[in-house]
């Protein structure tokens, strides 16, 4: 996987993983979609570029990569990736490296309305935070640095998560 697809994949999973508690969001579907990604000051393609860039895969190419979401509890949908979320997830305060023992994280802020967090791995580390609108829609955002081999960089991305539905259908809950 090249750098640019590790990277945001790692903070796509990173963003639609973090259910926070501060203010009880909904469990059930929720789309995640992103608009601002920058990597190394550079702005990168939003979430309508890397959903059309999927549409054009050789059919077993888009198969396997589909599985490979699904068998983290992602699907893509309209307007970006598509998460179910248990009630249990959503009752949880973990933040989403519980399957990285190589990971820490800590929630730094913790309100109503407004909830802040900094995490660190063994190739990126960073902070963000996560502003509520309502228990069906929120806005976070994520900046780190990253390391892949002796290269170094930055990153931030936006992520937008609105509630669709209480029945998450064929889709397991995120991991």
């Not at 990253?146 to 889709?171: F, K, N, V």
């Amino acid at each position: 996987m090249t750098q640019l697809p590790r990277l945001a994949a790692f903070a796509l999973l990173f963003l639609t993983l973090m259910p926070a508690h501060a203010q009880q969001i909904l469990p059930g579907l929720w789309e995640f979609s992103s608009g601002d990604i920058q990597v190394d000051g550079q702005q990168m393609p939003g979430m309508d570029a890397m959903l059309a860039q999927m549409e054009n895969l050789p059919a077993d190419q888009r198969r396997m990569m589909e599985e490979m979401l699904a068998a983290q509890g992602v699907k893509l949908g309209g307007k970006g990736v598509q998460i179910c979320l248990s009630k249990a997830q959503v009752e949880s305060d973990e933040l989403p490296f519980q399957d990285d023992p190589a990971c820490t994280q800590e929630i730094t802020e913790r309100g109503d309305k407004l909830w802040k967090f900094r995490f660190e791995c063994p190739d990126a580390r960073g902070q963000g935070e996560t502003r509520f609108i309502s228990d069906k829609e929120f806005v976070s955002t994520v900046e780190s640095e990253y390391r892949q081999g002796t290269e170094t960089g930055t990153s931030r991305i936006e992520s937008h998560a609105r509630w669709i539905a209480d029945d998450c259908g064929a889709l397991k809950p995120a991991r």
